[in-house]
């Protein structure tokens, strides 16, 4: 009896190369560290996902799975992430109590309908794409009958689901406010009570510099009386002894202060 080699169609060669690249975008999708990485390896799923679809005559789930799914529901979750910016640290705080157990009881019971859905398409009795498309003509036309009559209880109860879903998401993003939010004239009124307690300047700080002769932060503002101006100069030259001696800079104005007093003086004389 002669072995004849089995016939390696079309589906099975899509199954085997787009499989492995679904099975890894999941896994990148909850081993990332990133969200960004974690959305880019779900798009990857998605399109390797639709592949199959494809492959398996079933172009209603194919264009359902790129246009709705890949083109709007994850190009959401980008525009999300990047308006408003998720961090590792956020996942750690719990702003709803029992957040956590409710989504494990959630996970749980997704775990349970997987494994039962899983095991039905295993174990149970295949009809066939020629036989469920045959009684309404065409793959969308079978699936629109199933939808609005057999599953319409199950299809109103998904679109609640997502509503809820939604609403969830914007609850658990919540963050919670733990101080009043400052604003403007708060923070006047903030630096007017530190001054009046600490002395601290409400003001701008002085610039270094003094009258254009010199514009290195090495050189201290003075202030009206000739003293220098402390806050001008940094901490750390101050502390390295660089800072430029006022005396220098204030020599050329007593020198020309001088000369007028000396020039007014012999005025008086004549």
């Known amino acids: 009896m002669i072995n ?22 999941a896994l ?12 880019l390896s779900l798009a990857v799923m998605m399109l390797a996902l639709a592949g199959l679809y494809a492959s398996l005559d079933a172009p209603f789930l194919f264009v359902v799975q790129i246009i709705v799914y890949t083109g ?11 308006l408003v910016g998720v961090s590792t640290t956020d996942s750690v705080v719990e702003t709803i109590k029992g957040h956590r157990v409710a989504s494990f009881i959630a996970a749980l019971g997704f775990a349970v309908l997987l494994i039962s859905a899983i095991g039905n398409a295993i174990l149970g ?13 065409g793959n969308v036309e079978s699936i629109a009958e199933l939808i609005f009559t ?7 109860s998904t ?20 101080r009043p939010k400052v604003r403007q004239a708060g923070q006047v009124q ?22 254009a002769r010199s514009n290195s932060i090495q050189a201290p503002a003075l202030l009206p009386d000739g003293s220098i101006a402390e806050n001008s100069v940094v901490a750390a030259m101050a502390d390295r002894g660089v800072v430029q001696d ?25």
């Open 4 to 25: 004849l080699v089995p016939l390696v169609t079309a589906q099975a060669v899509a199954f085997w190369v787009l499989a492995p690249i679904a099975v890894l975008g």
């Open 28 to 39: 990148g999708m909850v081993l990332g560290r990133k969200p960004v990485h974690s959305a």
């Open 72 to 82: 709007a529901i994850l190009m959401l979750f980008l525009f999300v992430l990047m």
């Open 125 to 137: 009795q295949p009809v066939g794409l020629d036989a469920a498309n045959g009684s309404q003509g």
């Open 150 to 156: 057999r599953y319409v209880f199950v299809f109103e």
């Open 159 to 178: 679109a609640a689901l997502l509503i809820t879903a939604a609403l969830a998401a914007m609850v658990l993003a919540h963050g919670e406010q733990l």
């Open 190 to 211: 903030a630096r007017m009570r530190k001054y009046a307690t600490e002395g601290a300047h409400p003001g701008a700080l002085p610039s270094s510099g003094v009258y």
């Open 246 to 270: 006022p005396s220098q800079l204030t020599a050329p104005a007593h020198e020309a202060f001088a000369a007028i007093e000396s020039v007014k003086a012999e005025e008086g004389r004549e």
